[in-house]
């Protein structure tokens, strides 16, 4: 026995040796399939970190395999997730001011969302993040629309009475003040939910409508387009110690990889829209449009059930989202 205990320790020890002078090995955790733009932004960075040479490696763990979507944010700022491509709304339980990143009509478009991204009204958002052990590494703001099983969905009008998801706080609150049910899930979710008849209608970015085939459960879809009333912010952090202990060259690469993936992220977001409603003509789902007048409609329910509520539940929530409203 003490020879096996021997022999045990001595493996161990090699092993722990052989790990030491190897490369470091990060866990980057996200819910979408290899297919899905979140995946491809967090690959650009690991394949990026793989070329520098600087002994890293970003091992991706998608399709929710490691943490169910919900649940990352707060193993990341615990330091035993080192990375996570995340909706940032999903971590509005634990900091609500996350919220205000699926606020109903506070994004006009790719380029206006990229701005917000660069502002003053970040920059609040990030000394959050900051406080919980997180960065970001990525931003990134990808845009939706509604989709429904039996009807389409572009007014207020067009929810009452049906079981729909949304994703996020704000979202749920606007719905519901249209006369919506609401069923709270994670975008992954959305196809048995709806094959099973526990959803009648659903929004999510329109990236999710294609990767996950929502086109196979629904008649009708309404693609973001001249107005598009969801947008979500879905940035690749990272634990903030878990960086500052690598090594400068380390952390060098890994930034010169957010950065090419952050420019991949704008401009492929732009195209995800358009690319959805192809694959939504093709499986033969008809394509509603949401007017100018649906918009303003959806935002003064937004206006009194949404923002209302987020300037009274978060201390300095009016000044966050006087911030937000501040960029042009």
Known sequence: ??????????????????????????????????????????????????????????????????????????????????????????????????NLTLMPGLVKNHDHAARLSSSPFMEALEAKMADD????LVHGYLAGGFAGKDKCITSPDDVKGLQTRAAGKSFEQMLAGAGASIASMASSEIYNAMQTGVLSAANTSSSSFVSYRIYEQVSCYTPAGDVALW???????????????????????????????????????????????TAYEEAGVEIAEMTAEDFAAWRAIAQETSYKKFVEEVPDGQALLDLALAVE
Do not use: C
């Open 133 to 136: 052990d997180v960065m970001v």
């Open 1 to 98: 026995m003490k020879t096996n205990l021997l022999t045990a320790a001595a493996t161990a020890a090699v092993l722990a040796l052989s790990g030491a002078a190897g490369a470091t090995e990060l866990r980057l955790s996200h819910q979408w399939s290899n297919k899905d733009i979140r995946h491809q932004v967090a690959q650009i960075v690991a394949d990026e970190v793989a070329a520098a040479d600087v002994d890293l490696d970003i091992k991706i763990f998608g399709s929710k395999s490691l943490f169910k979507p919900r649940e990352q944010y707060k193993p990341l700022s615990r330091g035993q997730l080192d990375m996570t491509v995340l909706p940032l709304s999903y971590a509005g339980g634990q900091q609500p001011a996350y």
């Open 231 to 277: 947008f979500m912010y879905q940035p690749l952090l990272m634990n903030k110690s878990t960086f500052n202990g690598l090594t400068e060259a380390q952390q060098a690469a890994i930034l010169a990889g957010a950065a090419k993936a952050e420019a991949f992220y704008l401009e492929e977001a732009k195209k995800q829209d358009a690319a959805s409603v």
